[in-house]
């Protein structure tokens, strides 16, 4: 399918917390259709107190992928049927809720997979997301992993304007994760990072790595069984890689000397660190797909649904950045450290 401007996948989240206003915030400002077209994905009531909360009206179109062309303002939607209105808790998070939000991150996946979007932005739900026997449950990752076939979770990124940060395995038992890490999945996420950060426009990006053990020496076995493997490998690959880094002394390096993005090894390593460093202002990127997912970093804030409250930057965050990569408009951030230093390269 060969489109004349990008087409962005706009979802409404949990129904019962503020993503259907952040949805319609964005889809309200003419700024957001200057680069590309916006579809929403969800049932036509979720939109309805979206516009309630925001004291917005929206002027919608049905999305029929073989005709694009818009008309007088109005915004694309894609009607779905995933909850009933009076199963809507406005404030509270519910199964119902949750099962709608996958059903509709569903609905936009299939887009995604046919190749009617260049990217997905995907308003907040809470984790883990209820399963049913047709739907598959859990992790945000793990979700969009099945949705798509692809076997494994997909690559979840904290981001933020002054670095980013992965890690190789999910939020699995401290037990299982030397047994969930090898040579080839430190390898593939190096990969998968440096190539989210090439498209959100930096050339050069430099990565670092943590080990898995609190002390890095000579002797640590997955270090130098794995990741130090992992590293010289990427190196080979003309990429800017550098560890293993102790988790402690990671990310005060990365700030001060320019690193763009921090893999750590497991779930804590990384999620300590950006919860301390303001996350919730940020965005999560869903990279390694056939065309990125994204979503603004914090949850859906069910105690701020229904009263206009929001915060909507870090939802104007997502957006940028999806139009970046899909419209190629040059770097979304300035990649800012403590340090005030711009890393341009």
Not at 88 to 113: F, P
Not at 317 to 341: K, S
Request: glycine residues 12%.
């Amino acid at each position: 399918m060969t489109l004349t401007r990008p087409l962005i996948a706009v979802t409404l989240g949990d129904p019962g917390g503020v993503g259907p206003e952040l949805a319609v915030r964005l889809a309200k400002r003419p700024e957001s259709h200057e680069h590309a077209d916006l579809v929403l994905v969800g049932d036509r009531s979720v939109i309805a107190m979206g516009e309630k909360a925001a004291g917005i009206s929206l002027s919608l179109q049905p999305f029929n992928p073989l005709l694009r062309g818009l008309h007088g303002g109005k915004v694309l939607h894609l009607q779905t049927d995933t909850i009933a209105p009076e199963d809507i808790a406005t404030g509270e998070q519910s199964r119902a809720g949750g099962l709608a939000a996958v059903r509709m991150l569903g609905s936009a996946l299939e887009l995604v997979q046919g190749g009617d979007v260049a990217g997905l932005l995907m308003m907040p739900v809470s984790e883990p997301l209820p399963k049913e026997d047709d739907l598959p449950g859990g992790s945000v990752a793990g979700v969009i992993g099945s949705f798509l076939g692809l076997g494994e979770p997909a690559c979840e990124i904290a981001a933020m304007s002054s670095l980013w940060v992965t890690s190789v395995t999910g939020p699995a038992p401290f037990a299982e994760v030397p047994r969930l890490l090898s040579e080839d999945a430190i390898f593939k996420v190096c990969k998968v990072v440096h190539g989210a950060l090439r498209s959100a426009g930096l050339q050069t990006p430099r990565i670092a790595l943590t080990g898995l053990n609190p002390t890095i020496t000579d002797a640590a076995g997955e270090e130098r069984a794995m990741v130090i493997p992992a590293i010289a490998r990427v190196r080979e690959e003309g990429i800017d890689c550098e560890g293993p880094f102790t988790a402690e002394a990671i990310f005060r390096h990365a700030l001060d000397s320019g690193v763009d993005a921090v893999i750590a090894m497991y779930h804590d390593q990384a999620r300590i660190a950006t919860s301390l460093m303001g996350f919730e202002r940020g965005l999560t990127f869903y990279a390694g797909l056939p065309a990125p997912v994204m979503a603004p970093a914090h949850d859906p804030k069910f105690e701020l649904a229904g009263k206009g409250k929001v915060e909507f930057e870090p939802s104007l965050a997502a957006l940028n950045m999806m139009l970046t990569i899909a419209v190629e408009r040059g770097p979304a951030f300035r990649f800012r450290g403590d340090t005030g230093r711009e890393r341009k390269r």
